[in-house]
């Protein structure tokens, strides 16, 4: 379906989207506003998953769906209208320092972060000597600010792997990076195989978890988040994520378990294999071959006094 | 919280999207985009697509770290709060803080603070609906304030239509403000209990802020009077002032009874009357009639909220109650941010909270002062100024409600050319694609 090039009823539906939208406000035409939208489709439509049976009543709904106010807005100031431009200040100005602050949590980065993603709104890089404002890509599915701090957020994340990769020898040095022990691989077969049977029951375990349960243990146990952080996300009261999170821990557990049994472990080597963590295991081995060498170096000390006996007899 | 054998750590970090998911199997393979993360931050997406980012997140935490960014600490709401008075304000709660809220097993200052504060807020809320009179009595009379004058019974004429004999009439006072105006004429007990009744040709004031403040201000009467008087308001008996110059106090008792009006239709007015003599000065409460008044009301679609939202709007209104001026809605600007919705009378430059609702708020539209505001759970209210006060819809057809997620608000002006502003037709959509329409500003819907 094209916005632009409907008649009948699905013009009626273009027209009440443009009035929806109040884009007239800063000098988008009716036309303009029907291609963005004809934009947006296409690239949500013709996407893999979303291209079959997608009828006319379905992208209709879609567009009547979206932030058609925000989008007006973000795409008059994408191109370059003074007053959506004033708009867009007046509302957001104040909040995109507080989302940086927020982000980066030191006064001097958030007002860099802040600074940098207004140049990038405004489009002061220029591609092909055309102004291209980064707000073309914003297309209405959620609300304006939170798309902000989404890119905000992508913006801090980026950088910060920038400056990682560009840490210096000397701040390596001063974090005790050449120190880093080489991982240390198995010491034998029988450690391996065990490895590779705990993964292979682990990951299948995993596996059969569904995104939601997935997403809930890699948050918490993974990224250290909060409750109150993992139930905001997925729209849920703290004490149900707890719950989650228990249940999960349980049920993982014996998952595993079930895993390695049929993997033609006994129980008790299940339960053994699970409890013992493969770094831990790793260092053990360590420090049994430090022993190793030490008890060796004071039986050949002791070898000759035997021979010297045995000498003597 | 249970722990999870250390092999789940080493295989959750291990796990990667490009590993997991093979070629070819969707699009969760592809980072999503800054509008699905932030669609999927804020619960509009579908449940398919979702699923397909939950899927992504699952195995990706870079993005899983944008989205925890990305999503708003739940105190952080504004930078920068105008007023100081206000009583809900927004502000920073640190991380650190946040984070060990439960698992320092013990409750956080803030926490409790607001609690307390909220439970202050709901004691006085409750005393200030249940005993308004003595709140009234506390009041100082104000000598040029205008209101209409009860007549000793005696003295005063006598209607002779009216069922009650012995009803007096409000006659006009000899009040020497000069802007002040007055219309004395009181109608019959079961006339002045319906407000429907109007009669033909009366000029109905649409509600305003400062109109609101005389449904408490100077309502002393006799008190052999006061309880025919009080609980029949009426548009005859509305007395007009010019005063606005009231204290702090006065400003929270107007807010009050803008919470205890917010059904009223416009033409609506209590009667307020002073009697001059000291010795039978009797306050008498202005809302009981009122709210009286409001429970005979079956036909309005809006319905008024719970106690803990009145309390709440109280103190919205509290904090909101602006002269006048300041409330003009041409430099009215709105916006949302954290679920609660904010106004800013200084094009931006300064933030206040205007609601917060049970479920967060997602969407609003604002005509000219009619404010309306959405969010989920088929949140839906609407202020008629500015946001000064609000009143919760809940659109229904054939006992069908509004449930879902409100996600857009559209208000039209129906006859835009005309001088004479008349209803707005109001469009909301859901997240399910519903389309609710009401025009005659909400009292009736159509679901299309």
Redesign the interface.
Known sequence: MQISAQSGHGADIATALY??SGAAAYDVSAEQFAAILDEILRKYFD???NSAHASAEQKA?FC??L??EELALARACAGGNERAWQDF???Y???L???A???T?DGAHAAELADSLFADLYGVNARDGVRRSKLV???????L???L??????E??NRYRKQKRMVSLEEQTEEGMQFAAAVAEPACASDRTSDQR??AA??EA??ELS??D??T???????G?????IA??L?LH?SSV?RR??R???G??KR?LAGLRMQGMSHAQAAEA??T????LRLNLRSRLMQDSGAKTFHEGKVPAQDAGKGSN | MSEVPKIVYDRLRAARPERALPEGTGPERAHPDADLLTAFAEQALSVTERDGVLKHLALCGDCREVVALAIPAADIVATKIATETEAVRATPTPVKAQRNWLTASKLAWPSLRWAALAAGVAVVASVLLVHPGKLNRAMPPSANRQVATIAPPASGPQIASSPIESSPIASSSTDQSAASTKIGEARPKSELRLPKKLKAGQVMTPPHQADLGRLIADNKKDSSQADKLSAAPSAGASAFDAQTDRGATETVEVSAAAVAVEVAPSGERSLTARNETPAIEKAKPALQGIEANEQQKTETAVISGSARLQARNVMSAAKLALPASQTSARNVTWTITAGVLQRSLDSGQSWQNALRADHPLLCYASHDEDVWTGGQAGTLFHSANSGITWAQVRPSIKAQQLISDVTHIDITRIDARSDVPGPAEIVVSTSNNEIWSSADGGKTWEKK
């Open positions: 009035i929806r996407s893999a998953h709904d009547a769906g932030r058609l200040i007046s509302r100005r104040h909040k320092h507080g989302m602050l927020h982000i949590r890509f914003y297309i209405g599915r959620g609300s600010e939170g798309w701090r989404t890119v905000m957020a992508q801090f994340i705990l993964e682990t990951d995993l596996a995104p939601e997935r997403f243990l890699a948050s918490y146990y993974l990224d988040r909060t409750l109150a952080e905001r996300t729209g703290e707890s999170l228990d999960l821990a349980a993982l557990r595993i699970l409890e963590d493969v770094r831990d």
